[in-house]
DNA sequence: GTGAAAGCGCTAACAA
DNA sequence: TTGTTAGCGCTTTCAC
């Protein structure tokens, strides 16, 4: 590995010249020409710079760390995890990840990330929803994924679920729907609030009265295809819209079952269905596709906007890669999900 | 942040003495009054080591590379990155995640890891194949996830494909199926080749003689969904086993127009069905899950065990917690599916 | 047994 | 404009 001192040595400067030069604090400290010598010589002799032992004096580790909880939603982390990376990568930081069981766990690996000096944390929820942040975040720069704080203190990315629900429903009116069924999940944390609410507004504001027997919050497995069932019989819905793929496809199974066809016979948006539904299996089925992958990779990028104090707008992106477009696929058979941006209120 | 010279001046002992005693290296060279004296003011005083700072030193970061390609697989890659977590985290080690799009910017992503010194690496693809081993890789510490290397010389962990094939295909014929198709991919990777040839072999080991109209080799949507529906009206199986879930949702989905139900007229077995699937909504399906969790447990734990120079079985595990057990859920609605583990051949 | 000193690669005051 | 010096937190000889 080569270092500054062999540059210092073959250029004939000292170490901190070649500091100076490398990290382009040489204007008018350093003559040009002796600047040039040191930049030839090193990008001749393949330096890179070793972030580890600038970190030492900086205190700044260009690294990020990443936080999850590790149920066995895998499928979401990664989306996450690859979009922040691609951040990372292109603003020259390393992501570190880390997931963890419960919170004592959680503070024991925030522990062990701040011993690596990570100069900011990403802490990913995987369904929407009000977190406390943990005390021992409360003093570094953090950007909370798919989650939100209580009190706004906190910056974080989030899916738009208010507009997920009304979106969906809008869709399934102007497939001419006349009795729209909400299809839900039990527990009321914001992604499951936020898309009713869109639901009800869609409805509202189309000047259709909402039916609360269309309405359901169901569980998972036999339960909730019961539920569903008995949804189908009580209602007759010929729209749903589901709070997630597991719940679209309780439907998908009852409408089989009765003979029914989506696309024809009922209507059907889920949200976060698994591609493999969406794109080769039932293409009737409009889907809502979280951008997990692009939720990470702004997740990562405001990170590092607070870490280094400077607008998202004017961040150094490299000229090879643009920032990622935002999400746009809004086709027929997919609903765009915009994502909300917060940011943190204290300075 | 506490540091060993905050020790050394509370004990009145210098920081090499601190350094000896917490790093166990104390015996017959620190009086035993004084290293306890030592660990007790550490312990007292929460220090925690800066791993950075020893590197510096001992070129030894406990940090792990983790390469994968960022196709949209991501499912997949985020079981593996969570596994392999898992282990590190109980190793002692951090896992830095990197992903890459082709290979030029895989050895970009290579050289970036190693600038933070990392420890050695973990390179996953997301298909069991045969991989050449990047050139930066190979003077390095690294295990390959699901992947192999041509020449026996790099360590790896992958799925026992052949086994899946062949108990898929014995589940099937313990059911009683008397026309057992197999609906591959089309590209002839190590995933479609050992899995086709442990069905074969479990038909032959039955008696049963390989009808060639049965196997079908399929790409995706409609075209697949067309050649899966031809394969039902020239050899009318009564059993499948699928590659993957999206080839047997094909076989779902012309079963379901045909008015023909999963597990009474016909048998399915399909490898790593999303979860969805498999818990809650075709429960007749049955399902192999690939392990990708353990994959990359195993794979992180075998790539310490490199590194540190012993075996796997005396590995400085955690009391609190043991080694993640073999996988082991054999039920009537999901097979097993065993890992493999090579050695590198070169010492 | 213990400590002083050097040094890992780099940055940052300060002198020159 | 440049070099010297000191030091980040830690490990490692080597002298005492």
Request: net charge negative.
């Amino acid at each position: 590995m080569v270092t500054m001192k062999e540059i210092a040595k073959q250029a004939g400067v000292s170490v901190s010249t070649v500091s100076l030069v490398l990290n382009n604090r040489d204007e008018g400290r350093v003559r040009d020409i002796v600047a040039n010598e040191v930049r030839d010589i090193a990008s001749q002799l393949g330096y890179r710079s070793n972030p580890l032992a600038s970190s030492l004096r900086t205190g700044r580790t260009h690294m990020l760390g990443f936080i999850s909880e590790d149920v066995a939603t895998t499928p979401y982390a990664g989306g996450m995890i690859l979009g922040a990376q691609r951040a990372a990568q292109q603003l020259g930081y390393m992501l570190i990840v880390v997931s963890t069981d419960g919170p004592r766990n959680e503070a024991e690996e925030i522990a062990a990330l701040k011993r690596y000096g990570t100069d900011g944390f990403l802490y990913a929820k995987m369904s929407n929803r009000i977190v406390t942040v943990p005390e021992a975040l409360k003093d570094t720069p953090l950007v909370l994924m798919d989650a939100t704080d209580g009190t706004g203190e906190t910056a974080s990315i989030e899916p738009d679920e208010f507009h997920i629900g009304y979106d969906a429903t809008k869709r399934l009116l102007a497939a001419g729907c006349e009795r729209i069924a909400y299809v839900g999940a039990e527990s009321p944390i914001v992604a499951e609030r936020g898309r009713m609410e869109g639901y009800r507004t869609a409805l509202a504001e189309a000047g259709r009265s909402v039916n609360e027997r269309l309405i359901v919050h169901v569980g998972n497995n036999e339960p909730a295809l019961a539920a569903v069932n008995e949804l189908f019989d009580a209602a007759q819905p010929d729209g749903f819209f589901c709070f997630n793929d597991a719940r679209a496809w309780y439907v998908y199974e009852c409408a089989a079952r009765r003979g029914l066809t989506i696309g024809r016979d009922i209507s059907v948006v889920g949200v976060d269905n698994h591609r493999v539904f969406a794109d080769t299996l039932v293409p009737q089925l409009t889907t809502v596709e979280l951008p997990h992958f692009e939720m990470g990779y702004w997740a990562a990028a405001k990170l590092v906007s607070i870490i280094e104090e400077r607008s998202l707008a004017d961040m150094d992106w490299p000229d090879t890669a643009a920032p990622l477009p935002p999400m746009n696929t809004s086709t027929p058979a997919a609903i765009h999900c915009a994502l909300i941006e917060k940011d943190s209120v204290r300075k």
